[in-house]
């Protein structure tokens, strides 16, 4: 067996070639690519070609599964895994359209986020449909030391409903979005750390999203809000992102404790893209 590991930027992301999860992941394999998931923050295991039962006995590797939030969307079966797509089917969609569609990093607005996101890459448009990422250490680590001063021990307040989030829009490209989200009003607002220390690298990240937050808890808004735009612009800049482009077959695995992510679109049906998607479930940030 040999597994390679190979950076993929200069500020995060790695490809994995010569593994089958399949057949190979015993121990050794399972070690190699856990190390490079905690060093590399987002790794793409090249070339697979899974069923939704194999990718939930892969994903499992890593902790228990999370039932994915949006029922509607899951393979039939499998509550676990989710479909991200915009194919349609006798003229309805078959999975979630707009998935991350604004910056975030995943179910930041439940009291224990998730930890990793795995998505399995199916069929790809012919353009588009891109995932960007953002380093959040590297974000926080560049903050003048006045900044991290002024935002250490402040809380992010996170809303589940886009509609109590004016820095972003509800998509008008999946039917049933307007009432997801006016169900989800009623959902407490949640608290979490703004800088967050990841549970094994023991490294500090910024842990806040245009998408999920829409407060400082402990500021009022005139103060809270210039604070948070300045924060999300921190978050986005170019230095700290890697674009990912997709092939047929990737397995990508993303830390949500340390990275923001967001879905580029840029692509119409009938070009389709379709991932498979599962989830580990998390801890509560500290
Ligand atoms: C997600 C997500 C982005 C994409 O699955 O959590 O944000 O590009 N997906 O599909
Ligand atoms: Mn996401």
């Not at 057949?23 to 899974?50: G, P, T, W, Y």
């Not at 948070?228 to 047929?248: A, C, G, S, T, V």
Request: proline share 6%; hydrophobic share 35%.
């Amino acid at each position: 067996m040999s597994i390679r590991v190979n950076p993929v930027s200069a500020c995060m992301g790695a490809e994995i070639v010569g593994l089958d999860v399949r057949r190979q992941f015993n121990d050794e394999a399972f070690a190699i690519v856990e190390k490079a998931f905690h060093d590399h923050m987002v790794i793409a295991i090249r070339d697979q070609s899974l069923s939704a039962e194999d990718q939930k006995a892969f994903s499992r590797r890593f902790g228990p599964l999370e039932v994915q939030a949006n029922s509607t969307y899951a393979i039939p079966g499998h509550p676990e895994v989710l479909i991200i797509s915009n194919d349609l089917v006798d003229g309805k969609p078959v999975g979630l359209i707009d998935a991350g569609d604004h910056w975030h990093t995943d179910s930041q607005s439940r009291a224990i986020p998730s930890r990793a996101t795995i998505l399995h890459a199916i069929r790809n448009p012919s353009q588009g449909g891109d995932t960007f990422f953002a380093n959040m250490y590297a974000a926080y680590d560049s903050l003048s030391d006045d900044v991290k001063r002024r935002i250490s021990g402040l809380h992010g307040v996170n809303a589940s409903s886009k509609l109590k989030n004016p820095r972003v829009v509800v998509s008008q490209r999946r039917p049933d979005a307007d009432d997801f989200y006016a169900s989800r009003l009623g959902k407490p607002d949640v608290l979490h750390p703004i800088v967050r220390v990841h549970p094994v690298t023991k490294r500090k990240a910024l842990y806040l999203s245009p998408r999920f937050t829409i407060a400082i808890a402990e500021l009022p808004d005139e103060e809270g809000q210039p604070l948070l735009d300045m924060l999300f612009e921190q978050q986005m800049r170019p230095k700290f992102r890697y674009d990912h482009k997709w092939r047929d077959g990737d397995l990508v695995m993303w830390d949500n404790r340390c990275l923001m992510h967001c879905a580029s679109g840029g692509y119409t049906y009938p070009d389709v893209r379709r991932m498979h998607r599962t989830v580990i479930v998390g801890e509560k940030p500290e």
